[in-house]
C-alpha cells in the first residue's frame, strides 16, 4: 500500500473540514452564486494532490479561494450595490395570488415547479398568496393574505387573556391562580433554551453526550 497517499487523504479531509468551517455551515440550497462557484473550485482542487499534484500547493490555494469568499461576503456586507450585482436580487413571482408571467419567462421558471414548491411549503391556493418571490439562493418565499395567515401563539393568549379577564370580571376564575398559570408557561424549557443556557434538560444518558 501506498503510503503517501494515505497521509495525502488525512490531510485533505482535515484541510478540507477546515477551508469549509471557515466558509460558512450553509446547505447547498442556501449558497450564494459565489459560494456555490467557491465550493465548486475547492471540491475540484482537493482531489488534486491525489494524482500527483502538491498537497500543501493545493491548500494554500483552497484558502485563497475561501478568504476571497470572506472578502466578497463582507463587501457585500458594506455595498448593497455590489450584493445586488453579485448575489442578484429577490424576483416577485405572484402578486395578490396572481402569477407574474413575464418574471416566469425571464427565469425560466415553470408553473408546475412553483406549484411544488408552494405544496411544500403547505400552500394550498395561489389565491390565497399575497406575494411570493424567488430568493437568490434560489428558495421560494412567500407572504399570505392577512385572512389566510395561521393564528400565531400571540393571537391564542390575547383571546385567552380576554376569556380569563370575563371569567375573572364573573368570579369563575381565582386571580392568584391565572398568574401561576402564567408563570409556570414562561419556565418551560425547549430546545432553543438548551443552546442560550448551554446545558440540556432533561439531562441526556452518558453514553450520547
Known amino acids: 500500500m501506498d503510503l503517501d497517499l494515505i497521509w495525502k487523504s488525512v490531510i485533505i479531509v482535515i484541510g478540507g473540514t477546515i477551508l ?9 440550497s442556501q449558497m450564494t452564486l459565489a459560494q456555490v462557484v467557491i465550493m465548486i473550485g475547492i ?8 494524482v500527483g499534484k502538491n ?10 479561494l475561501v478568504l476571497t469568499l470572506v472578502l466578497v461576503e ?5 455595498s448593497d450595490k455590489l450584493e445586488k450585482f453579485i448575489s442578484g436580487k429577490a424576483k416577485i413571482l405572484i402578486k395578490d395570488g396572481k402569477l407574474q408571467e413575464d418574471q416566469l419567462k425571464k427565469l425560466r421558471l415553470s408553473v408546475d415547479l412553483l406549484e411544488m414548491k408552494l405544496r411544500q411549503s403547505n400552500v394550498n391556493k395561489m389565491e390565497d398568496i399575497k406575494y411570493a418571490t424567488l430568493e437568490p439562493n434560489g428558495q421560494i418565499g412567500f407572504e399570505l393574505k392577512e385572512n ?9 393568549n390575547m383571546i385567552l387573556q380576554e376569556i380569563q379577564q370575563i371569567k375573572q370580571s364573573m368570579g369563575l376564575i381565582p386571580l392568584d391562580l391565572n398568574m401561576q398559570q402564567n408563570q409556570s408557561s414562561t419556565q418551560d424549557t425547549t430546545l432553543f433554551t438548551e443552546i442560550t443556557k ?7 444518558p452518558s453514553h450520547l453526550q
Do not use: C, N, Y
Open 20 to 28: 469549509l468551517r471557515i466558509a460558512g455551515r450553509k446547505s447547498i
Open 43 to 50: 471540491g475540484s482542487l482537493l482531489v488534486q494532490p491525489l
Open 55 to 64: 498537497v500543501w500547493t493545493t491548500l494554500v490555494v483552497g484558502l485563497t
Open 74 to 78: 463582507f463587501t457585500q456586507i458594506k
Open 148 to 156: 389566510k395567515k395561521p393564528a400565531t401563539k400571540e393571537d391564542i
Open 198 to 204: 448551554g446545558k440540556h434538560r432533561p439531562t441526556p
